[in-house]
Nanobody
Framework: QVQLVQSGGGLVQPGGSLRLSCAAS????????MSWYRQAPGKERELVAA????????NYADSVKGRFTISRDNAKNTVYLQMNSLKPEDTAVYYC????????WGQGTQVTVSS
Protein backbone atom coordinates (compact mmCIF):
# COMPACT_ATOMS: atom_id res chain seq x y z
CA GLN A 1 0.00 0.00 0.00
CA VAL A 2 1.47 3.30 -1.12
CA GLN A 3 1.17 6.24 1.23
CA LEU A 4 2.45 9.80 1.03
CA VAL A 5 1.83 11.35 4.44
CA GLN A 6 2.23 15.08 4.73
CA SER A 7 2.97 17.14 7.81
CA GLY A 8 3.65 20.77 8.56
CA GLY A 9 1.65 23.71 7.31
CA GLY A 10 -0.69 25.93 9.26
CA LEU A 11 -1.17 29.64 9.80
CA VAL A 12 1.75 32.04 9.46
CA GLN A 13 2.13 35.80 9.18
CA PRO A 14 3.42 37.39 5.98
CA GLY A 15 7.19 37.17 5.86
CA GLY A 16 7.22 34.04 7.98
CA SER A 17 8.45 30.55 7.25
CA LEU A 18 7.05 27.04 7.23
CA ARG A 19 8.41 23.64 6.32
CA LEU A 20 6.30 20.91 4.80
CA SER A 21 7.28 17.26 4.93
CA CYS A 22 6.03 14.30 2.95
CA ALA A 23 6.97 10.80 4.11
CA ALA A 24 6.57 7.99 1.61
CA SER A 25 5.99 4.31 2.17
CA UNK A 26 5.22 1.41 -0.13
CA UNK A 27 7.40 2.71 -2.97
CA UNK A 28 11.08 2.60 -3.84
CA UNK A 29 11.38 6.25 -2.92
CA UNK A 30 14.81 6.88 -4.43
CA UNK A 31 13.45 6.03 -7.88
CA UNK A 32 10.65 8.58 -7.77
CA UNK A 33 10.73 12.18 -8.88
CA MET A 34 8.96 14.20 -6.22
CA SER A 35 7.07 17.45 -6.49
CA TRP A 36 4.99 19.88 -4.51
CA TYR A 37 1.80 21.33 -5.96
CA ARG A 38 -0.68 23.78 -4.52
CA GLN A 39 -4.27 24.71 -5.14
CA ALA A 40 -5.79 27.96 -4.01
CA PRO A 41 -9.57 28.43 -3.78
CA GLY A 42 -11.09 28.86 -7.21
CA LYS A 43 -7.82 28.13 -8.97
CA GLU A 44 -6.29 25.15 -10.70
CA ARG A 45 -3.65 23.03 -9.05
CA GLU A 46 -0.20 24.33 -9.96
CA LEU A 47 3.32 22.97 -9.74
CA VAL A 48 5.37 24.70 -7.07
CA ALA A 49 8.65 22.77 -7.04
CA ALA A 50 10.11 19.49 -8.25
CA UNK A 51 13.18 17.42 -7.53
CA UNK A 52 14.69 14.50 -9.39
CA UNK A 53 14.98 11.05 -7.87
CA UNK A 54 18.59 11.55 -6.80
CA UNK A 55 18.07 15.12 -5.73
CA UNK A 56 20.55 16.50 -8.21
CA UNK A 57 18.15 18.76 -10.05
CA UNK A 58 15.32 21.00 -8.94
CA ASN A 59 12.95 23.42 -10.57
CA TYR A 60 10.54 26.01 -9.24
CA ALA A 61 7.57 28.05 -10.28
CA ASP A 62 8.60 31.62 -10.99
CA SER A 63 6.35 32.83 -8.18
CA VAL A 64 8.38 30.98 -5.52
CA LYS A 65 11.93 31.13 -6.86
CA GLY A 66 14.33 32.42 -4.26
CA ARG A 67 11.83 31.85 -1.44
CA PHE A 68 11.04 28.13 -1.48
CA THR A 69 13.46 25.21 -1.42
CA ILE A 70 12.62 21.60 -2.21
CA SER A 71 14.87 18.88 -0.84
CA ARG A 72 14.75 15.18 -0.15
CA ASP A 73 16.32 12.66 2.18
CA ASN A 74 16.27 9.30 0.44
CA ALA A 75 17.43 7.55 3.60
CA LYS A 76 14.27 8.77 5.32
CA ASN A 77 11.96 8.44 2.29
CA THR A 78 10.96 12.05 2.81
CA VAL A 79 10.69 15.16 0.68
CA TYR A 80 10.57 18.65 2.13
CA LEU A 81 9.45 22.09 1.08
CA GLN A 82 11.02 24.94 2.99
CA MET A 83 8.97 28.08 2.47
CA ASN A 84 10.44 31.44 3.46
CA SER A 85 9.25 35.02 3.02
CA LEU A 86 5.71 33.78 2.73
CA LYS A 87 3.11 36.00 1.09
CA PRO A 88 -0.69 36.00 1.33
CA GLU A 89 -0.82 34.73 -2.25
CA ASP A 90 0.97 31.56 -1.11
CA THR A 91 -2.19 30.59 0.75
CA ALA A 92 -3.35 27.25 -0.64
CA VAL A 93 -3.63 23.55 0.01
CA TYR A 94 -0.24 22.01 -0.73
CA TYR A 95 0.13 18.48 -2.06
CA CYS A 96 3.18 16.30 -2.49
CA UNK A 97 3.40 14.13 -5.56
CA UNK A 98 5.54 11.15 -6.45
CA UNK A 99 5.93 10.02 -10.03
CA UNK A 100 7.65 7.17 -11.77
CA UNK A 101 5.47 4.83 -13.84
CA UNK A 102 2.57 5.57 -11.51
CA UNK A 103 1.67 8.76 -9.74
CA UNK A 104 0.78 9.19 -6.10
CA TRP A 105 -0.50 12.13 -4.06
CA GLY A 106 -0.32 13.17 -0.45
CA GLN A 107 -3.44 14.06 1.49
CA GLY A 108 -2.94 17.82 1.25
CA THR A 109 -1.95 20.39 3.86
CA GLN A 110 -3.44 23.82 4.34
CA VAL A 111 -1.03 26.76 4.37
CA THR A 112 -2.55 30.11 5.29
CA VAL A 113 -0.51 33.30 5.17
CA SER A 114 -2.35 36.09 6.94
CA SER A 115 -1.83 38.78 9.51
Amino acid sequence: QVQLVQSGGGLVQPGGSLRLSCAASGITFNMYAMSWYRQAPGKERELVAAITSGGGSTNYADSVKGRFTISRDNAKNTVYLQMNSLKPEDTAVYYCNGRLYSEYWGQGTQVTVSS
